[in-house]
């Protein structure tokens, strides 16, 4: 099957899959070729470990799939995400993305906010992805020389502050480092949490479920014209939720008819169980070949381009 598959797992204590069940987790799903594994920053059955730090380990593991921590703007100031969620990507070769959450702001944000009343978590979710590109974008891995004769580390003319004063934040920029294999890592965001028109502005994928999955792809075309960008730019996906039970031979075919009805471009399985149920599942997917970067793994087509 050629569907691209995210995985949503939450790692951590009781009532959750350990980090040494997730190694396992993650070699089941590079053997069938998931794009990416999704890693909950929470979850109703107990605590979860930080999952960009799950992911950074799972990474040096396993390290020939995605990963996609979920990262709330809640206490995360978007210049310090950018520069830990890039150095992530640059580690696993551009296999990383980013399953944004609308929250509430952070400390170090909020001492200079340039509007102090502005409190909409969607708005303030579509202002922190654009500056999270526009700072991803702002040392281009072109500008890395590295000349150890003239001593040039960097172009310093391809590096730009970004300079931005929206409504929530204040940043300047640049990063302190280069872009990664796959120009910037992969926003995701969830349609329920964000609604369409937000996720057209800056998302590279969408998550819906799949109950709600109808008139999605012609909602979000219609919504990706409007915010000046192509439908192939952006890969629909389906969450599906599967237990062991679904572990069979008909589970393709029932992922690529769901896909196909919906018009999706991909599946997100939310798996129920333990380790061992979710390995059984992803056996019971067919091989699907690897790709070099998370991009390429989920089918995104198109330049990338700098949010305004």
Same mark, same amino acid.
């Given at each position: 099957?050629? +569907?691209?598959?995210?995985?949503?797992?939450?790692?951590?204590?009781?009532?959750?899959?350990?980090?040494?069940?997730?190694?396992?987790?993650?070699?089941?799903?590079?053997?069938?070729?998931?794009?990416?594994?999704?890693?909950?920053?929470?979850?109703?059955?107990?605590?979860?470990?930080?999952?960009?730090?799950? #992911?950074?380990?799972?990474?040096?593991?396993?390290?020939?799939?995605?990963?996609?921590?979920?990262?709330?703007?809640?206490?995360?100031?978007?210049?310090?995400?950018?520069?830990?969620?890039?150095?992530?990507?640059?580690?696993?070769?551009g296999r990383t993305g980013v399953a944004l959450r609308p929250g509430h702001g952070d400390e170090v944000s909020e001492r200079n906010v340039p509007d102090p009343g502005a409190t909409d978590p969607v708005r303030r979710w579509t202002e922190y992805a654009r500056v999270l590109a526009r700072l991803w974008d702002s040392?281009?891995?072109?500008?890395?020389?590295?000349?150890?004769?003239?001593?040039?580390?960097?172009?310093?003319?391809?590096?730009?502050?970004?300079?931005?004063?929206?409504?929530?934040?204040? *940043?300047?920029?640049?990063?302190?480092?280069?872009?990664?294999?796959?120009?910037?890592?992969? *926003?995701?965001?969830?349609?329920?949490?964000?609604?369409?028109?937000?996720?057209?502005?800056?998302?590279?994928?969408?998550?819906?479920?799949?109950?709600?999955?109808?008139?999605?792809?012609? #909602?979000?075309?219609?919504?990706?014209?409007?915010?000046?960008?192509?439908?192939?730019?952006?890969? +629909?996906?389906?969450?599906?939720?599967?237990?062991? #039970?679904?572990?069979?031979?008909? +589970?393709?075919?029932?992922?690529?008819?769901?896909?196909?009805?919906?018009?999706?471009?991909?599946?997100?399985?939310?798996?129920?169980?333990?380790?061992?149920?979710?390995?059984?599942?992803?056996?019971?997917?067919?091989?699907?070949?690897?790709?070099?970067?998370?991009?390429?793994?989920?089918?995104?087509?198109?330049?990338? *381009?700098?949010?305004?």
């Amino acid at each position: 099957m050629s +569907l691209p598959i995210q995985l949503a797992v939450a790692v951590g204590g009781l009532g959750l899959i350990s980090l040494g069940d997730a190694e396992a987790v993650a070699a089941a799903a590079e053997a069938a070729g998931v794009a990416a594994i999704r890693l909950a920053d929470r979850s109703a059955h107990g605590p979860v470990l930080d999952p960009t730090v799950v #992911a950074a380990y799972l990474a040096g593991r396993h390290g020939a799939i995605g990963y996609v921590p979920v990262l709330p703007t809640t206490g995360n100031a978007p210049y310090n995400a950018a520069r830990r969620l890039l150095s992530l990507d640059r580690a696993t070769g551009g296999r990383t993305g980013v399953a944004l959450r609308p929250g509430h702001g952070d400390e170090v944000s909020e001492r200079n906010v340039p509007d102090p009343g502005a409190t909409d978590p969607v708005r303030r979710w579509t202002e922190y992805a654009r500056v999270l590109a526009r700072l991803w974008d702002s040392f281009p891995r072109a500008a890395l020389i590295g000349d150890q004769r003239s001593g040039v580390v960097a172009d310093d003319t391809l590096i730009d502050p970004i300079h931005h004063e929206g409504t929530f934040y204040r *940043v300047a920029g640049p990063l302190d480092g280069p872009s990664s294999a796959q120009g910037r890592p992969v *926003v995701v965001a969830d349609l329920d949490a964000v609604g369409v028109t937000a996720a057209a502005t800056v998302a590279d994928v969408v998550v819906a479920d799949l109950d709600r999955a109808g008139g999605a792809d012609t #909602a979000l075309t219609r919504a990706l014209g409007l915010a000046g960008r192509d439908r192939r730019e952006v890969a +629909l996906l389906g969450r599906v939720r599967v237990t062991r #039970a679904d572990a069979t031979g008909e +589970l393709a075919a029932r992922l690529r008819d769901a896909a196909d009805e919906h018009l999706l471009d991909g599946i997100e399985l939310l798996p129920e169980g333990g380790a061992a149920d979710i390995v059984a599942v992803l056996r019971a997917l067919p091989p699907r070949p690897l790709a070099p970067t998370l991009r390429s793994a989920l089918g995104l087509r198109g330049q990338l *381009v700098t949010p305004a």
